[in-house]
């Protein structure tokens, strides 16, 4: 999980901007946290504690309201009973990559990850990709080749994940459907984790959360490397870094 976080933070400062070069420096002071680390730790929390997502989501939203959500999601989180409001979104998978790391089987995984997503994002394509992205984490940590992953989820999902189709990106884009593909393929082509990102931030376009869904997939092949993980680790709030902590903590007593 510790990669998407990763990768939202290096991609935050690139969002609608200019396409970066490609050796840009990973961190900068106009680096942050934003709506996908928040709601990635969100969904943790609330794996780990079993209060549900929609009301988890709503306490970490209304504890950072300004972390850049979109104006539908923000109004759905400060509504206490404000139902799923058809979003086809990327906001599923974002914050997805927790449950690829909790799930013991491909059945939980699915499972969850379409619950997740239905609090608020309960389009059919939303709950697709945010179940695309936690089969992929668990069938990576698990030990599935790539190749064969990446034909699997090109079937099962219906995803157009060669390179030379998924890496060919314009504009901004903040579909699901249109963000995962794109996501999946910098993660199954890198050599390492840092390659990974750098490959889905100069994506351009919506690159925290490019970024934060490449990083959490590319964590499962390479694991985010330690330099990395500190300088994370230092931008978080304390009460988001003990979400981390404590979810790392919970996983390792799973195994």
Known sequence: ???????????????????????????????????????????????????????????????????????????????DDAPAYGSWGNGAPMRVASIGWWAATEAEALELAAKQAAVSHDHPDA????QAVALAILQLRQGAARAALRDRLSTQFGYDLRSQTALRRGGFDISASGTVPPALAAAFDAADWEGAVRTAVCLGGDTDTLACITGAVAEAIHAVPGPIADQVRARLTGDLRSVLDRFEQARAKLR
């Open 1 to 79: 999980m510790l990669g998407a976080i990763a990768g939202d933070i290096i991609g935050s400062r690139f969002e609608g901007h200019s396409t970066p070069p490609a050796g840009f420096d990973l961190f900068h002071r106009d680096c942050r946290f934003t709506d996908d680390t928040v709601c990635t730790l969100a969904v943790a929390e609330a794996l780990m504690t079993g209060q549900g997502v929609a009301p988890t989501l709503r306490a970490f939203v209304r504890r950072y309201p300004d972390a850049g959500y979109g104006a539908m999601f923000l109004r759905w989180a400060f509504s």
């Open 127 to 130: 709950i697709a990709a945010a």
